[in-house]
């Protein structure tokens, strides 16, 4: 049986093996951090805690995932985008052009869990009495400008599912606001049963946890047959729910299921920092001087644990949709919020169409690198004509 590599984290019995404790800092062991539903969940709540609403702008980045944008539309505020340099950072010659009697925060992404310096735009954010949402999706583990991630910003949030073999989870941390989160909702039994098995399904589903495979897939096929017979009719998902431009917000204030959370108590987190920065100095050796690729980032900082490896390619289409029906576990950011302008001297709006991410997480095993490596040589060869 052929399984496809996996694009995010896979439980598999080597999560918990190592050290729970990782050298190299980590959000989750925040003092005051809490799980949450998502990543998304976790900005709805931090711009709930600020009291962004109706009148209200947020800056965020020209180079994003509209998951970072819809919580600021949803409670009725503007997203206001700027611009990012060649490093990922806030381009803050043109902050301090703007206009912020109405900013109440800015969004600021380590992207693809490479550490931002923050000190600048930290001192930018005192000046101006804007709100700093440290945005650690891509960063669940680092250290920037000596301090751990995380707390720079009066609110930082993180995503679980990019680091953990989780099907759902974020958190936020809390460094300056006064108050706690607010009280969750609990997560229904049913879906808590549901996380559980969807972590082990993941696993199996893509060749790990071997010796359980055959029990869960009959496991599944017999639940399958029983959701059939009873004829549970669930609702269509909104589409544009389900591609990131609209947040549920019901969803968001659910707290985080006890399966996922036990996990990320638990999983090793030494293993975690380990393998994504062995898989991607693997990725730089493969990739460096191939034509028409380049590394975005060739060396890797010390304090840190990639998201994703992120490789700039001149002539990226059609090929990445030839990865995308190969399956090949990459993503791009090519799905930018409709109202983004064009600004001088920002890069956010190429690195959409031009940086692919690849997945470099703990779990996939080198030959999967070597295949991806391959089939990107393949794809993007002088002459190759995507079918
Ligand atoms: C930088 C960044 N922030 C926030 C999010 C939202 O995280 P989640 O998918 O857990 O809702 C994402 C998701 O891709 C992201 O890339």
Redesign the pocket.
Known sequence: MVHPIPRLPVFDWQTFSGSKLSATPCLLAHPKSHFTN??????LLAMEMIGVGPGDEVLVPTY??P??VAPIVALGAQPVFYPVDDDGAPGLAWLDQVDVSRVRAI?V???FGLPQPLALVRRWCDQNRVRLIE?C??ALFGASDGKAIGTWGDLA?G????FLPVP???CLANNLMPGALQTLQRPSKIGQIKAGFDVVHAGVNHGRLRGLGYMVRMLYGLLAKFKRSSAVTTAPMNPSVAE?FTIDTVQAHRALTYPSAWIAEHASRDRIVSCRRENYKFFVEALTGVPGLRPLHPSLPNDCAP?VFPLWVDQPDPGYAELRRLDFPVSR?DRLWPSVPSIVADIGVQWSRHILQLACHQDLKRAELQQMVDVLKRVYAPGHVSQ
């Not at 998502?38 to 900005?43: K, L, P, V």
């Open positions: 998502s990543g998304r969940a976790s900005i994003h995932c998951t970072m969004l992404a380590h992207f945005d999706a891509h949030i995503s679980l599912t990019k759902e989870g974020g990131g998201y950011w």
